[in-house]
């Protein structure tokens, strides 16, 4: 423990599921962590709480992605808690319901387009300024943008996160002399709200998505957490431009 004091982070959709894994993982480690939310606050001033119970420091700060002006309304109110930046992590994310191409509208289309690819695009691009020499962008991507046939009713989804990939690598080459590494974390499906769809209380299917994984359990956020926490450290400094399958082999 203590691998990041006296770093700074930033953590996209950090209030609740794996945002909140992730912010929690990093403070641990000694970061101060900014967690970002869109609409709950409640949900994030309780993700700051519980950092600072467990000796770490944190503070939130909100802003809608996906919107004009999202990436200077966020760098705005993160520049009025904290000056300069160690590791970002593009966590937030949208998905869209199921029904593949035939049932998914235009205006389904555009937004998770714009919250999943436009916003952590512009999100990096308006925060490089402030990223420090030596840092870390981890972005969370997924594993159908490896296996999108898996999920055909997700294909909106599925290409967002591999639009994600790409950016990922693009940005390990642009970055490289900076010594910034920029990885990607590849999750399968984690027992979050977000995939409340799931119906993972049900043994049933519970049992079924965790025979996807030859370790035959369900991912929680805190098994991702640890992978980010990995990238986010000095001792990833030789991995750069990946896309880390952490889907606990579900993909084999």
């Not at 939130?60 to 808690?81: T, Y």
């Not at 994600?164 to 984690?190: H, S």
């Amino acid at each position: 423990m203590g691998t990041l004091r006296g770093r700074t982070a930033l953590v996209t959709g950090g209030s609740r599921g794996i945002g909140r894994g992730i912010a929690e993982r990093l403070a641990r480690e000694g970061a101060r962590v900014a967690v970002h939310y869109a609409e709950r606050e409640a949900a994030a001033k309780e993700t700051v709480a519980a950092i600072e119970a467990a000796g770490g420091s944190a503070f939130a700060i909100g802003a809608r992605l996906g919107e004009p002006g999202d990436a200077e309304a966020l760098w705005a109110a993160f520049d009025e808690r904290a000056d300069g930046l160690d590791i970002l992590v593009n966590n937030a994310g949208i998905s869209v319901d199921g029904g593949g191409i035939a049932a998914t509208t235009a205006e389904e289309f555009d937004r998770v387009q714009a919250v999943n690819v436009r916003a952590p695009f512009f999100v990096i691009q308006r925060g490089l300024s402030r990223l420090r020499e030596g840092g870390r962008i981890v972005n969370l991507s997924s594993g159908l943008a490896h296996r999108a046939g898996m999920m055909p009713d997700l294909v909106a989804y599925s290409m967002t996160k591999a639009a994600v990939d790409a950016l990922t690598k693009a940005l390990a080459r642009e970055l490289g002399p900076r010594r910034i590494t920029v990885n990607a974390v590849a999750p399968g499906v984690v027992d979050t709200e977000m995939n409340a769809r799931m119906e993972l209380g049900d043994p049933e299917q519970r049992a079924a998505i965790a025979g996807m994984s030859p370790l035959g359990e369900v991912a929680t956020p805190a098994y991702i957490a640890d992978v980010v926490a990995f990238l986010a450290s000095a001792d990833s400094r030789w991995v750069t431009g990946q896309s880390i399958d952490a889907t606990g082999g579900a993909l084999l």
